[in-house]
Nanobody, 113 residues
Framework: QVQLVESGGGLAQAGGSLRLSCVIS??????LGWFRQAPGKGREFVGG????????VYGEFVKGRFSIDRDNAKNTVYLQMNSLKPEDTAIYYC????????WGQGTQVTVSS
């Protein structure tokens, strides 16, 4: 069974940066991505990659501000977020897709103006 644990969220000022971590237990297939859910809104796709290779893909709103990298030795995937905006405030989750695992607790990101 795959378990995904997110961490690294916190409070940042607009224009600042945060680096989120996703530790993966178990073997995953397909793709892995970051998602977010802002208060009162549905969950949306932030960015992801395929284990089979190819380019990372990102949501339209990212516009070059975020990037994903991974440390295979640590079974960890990171989301580097730069030039943060107040509208990036949300709970951030990692999960496989198109078939998702049980959603974890996520990590809260709050960006102040």
């Amino acid at each position: 069974q795959v378990q995904l644990v997110e961490s690294g969220g916190g409070l940042a000022q607009a224009g600042g940066s945060l680096r989120l971590s996703c530790v993966i237990s178990g073997r995953t297939f397909g793709s892995l991505g970051w998602f977010r859910q802002a208060p009162g809104k549905g969950r949306e796709f932030v960015g992801g990659f395929s284990w089979a290779g190819g380019s990372d893909v990102y949501g339209e709103f990212v516009k070059g501000r975020f990037s994903i990298d991974r440390d295979n030795a640590k079974n960890t995937v990171y989301l580097q977020m730069n030039s943060l905006k107040p509208e990036d405030t949300a709970i951030y989750y990692c999960n496989t897709y198109p078939n998702t695992q049980l959603w974890g607790q996520g990590t809260q990101v709050t960006v102040s103006s």
